[in-house]
């Protein structure tokens, strides 16, 4: 059974990237499922000055713990002024300082939506830019336009173009892990 690593790249309490992440895990068969809320692993700002002070901090050590105990990785990233949430940049941040090979090299999957009709298009972009550079691992995408209006929790994707584009993405990363 593979262990499958999810989360929502955002600081809401009620962030959809967090519900998306969670729900496309849970479609994977015969998986093990971690869903991780990001206000868990809320740190002091990275800073070069803070690392030499403090050390590491522990929640740093326990989220690259979880992504040592997966199989596979599934992102979904808020988009905030077109780039990360600070809360995943912080991490992300304090993480690498651990070890360069932040993400273990598994296969991911990243994704993002919004209530609009661009999905967090951009910053889907912007990571997948940088994450397939940091893995020797495949790299699968998938944006969601319109969170509200195509999906349900019930049902998934309401859309029959996307639901069969999501698809294709979730069987390849499904072959991967």
Same mark, same amino acid.
């Given at each position: 059974?593979?262990? +499958?690593?999810a !989360?929502?790249?955002?600081?809401?309490?009620? #962030?959809?990237?967090? /519900?998306?992440?969670?729900?496309?895990? &849970?479609?994977?068969?015969?998986?093990?499922?971690n869903?991780l809320?990001?206000?868990d692993?809320?740190?002091t700002?990275?800073?070069?000055?803070?690392?030499?002070?403090?050390?590491?901090p522990?929640?740093?050590?326990?989220?690259?713990?979880?992504i040592r105990?997966?199989?596979g990785? +599934?992102?979904? !990233?808020?988009?905030?002024n077109?780039?990360? #949430?600070?809360?995943? /940049?912080n991490i992300?941040d304090w993480v &690498?300082?651990?070890?360069?090979?932040?993400?273990?090299?598994?296969?991911?999957?990243?994704m993002a939506?919004?209530?609009?009709?661009?999905g967090?298009?951009?910053?889907?972009?912007i990571?997948?830019?940088?994450?397939?550079?940091?893995?020797?691992?495949?790299?699968n995408?998938?944006?969601?336009?319109? !969170?509200?209006?195509n999906?349900?929790?019930?049902?998934?994707?309401?859309d029959a173009?996307?639901?069969?584009?999501?698809l294709?993405?979730?069987?390849?990363?499904e072959q991967?892990?």
């Amino acid at each position: 059974m593979k262990n +499958i690593l999810a !989360f929502g790249a955002s600081s809401s309490r009620q #962030s959809i990237n967090k /519900k998306w992440a969670s729900y496309v895990a &849970s479609q994977i068969k015969n998986a093990n499922v971690n869903v991780l809320d990001l206000n868990d692993f809320e740190m002091t700002i990275y800073s070069i000055d803070k690392e030499k002070e403090d050390g590491i901090p522990s929640k740093a050590m326990k989220f690259k713990e979880h992504i040592r105990n997966s199989d596979g990785i +599934i992102i979904s !990233f808020a988009e905030h002024n077109g780039a990360y #949430s600070a809360a995943f /940049k912080n991490i992300f941040d304090w993480v &690498s300082r651990i070890e360069k090979d932040v993400w273990g090299n598994k296969p991911m999957f990243l994704m993002a939506t919004s209530p609009g009709g661009r999905g967090g298009a951009t910053v889907l972009e912007i990571a997948y830019q940088k994450m397939k550079r940091m893995t020797s691992s495949e790299v699968n995408t998938f944006s969601l336009p319109s !969170f509200s209006k195509n999906f349900t929790e019930n049902e998934g994707i309401s859309d029959a173009d996307l639901s069969k584009s999501f698809l294709e993405q979730l069987e390849s990363f499904e072959q991967n892990l």
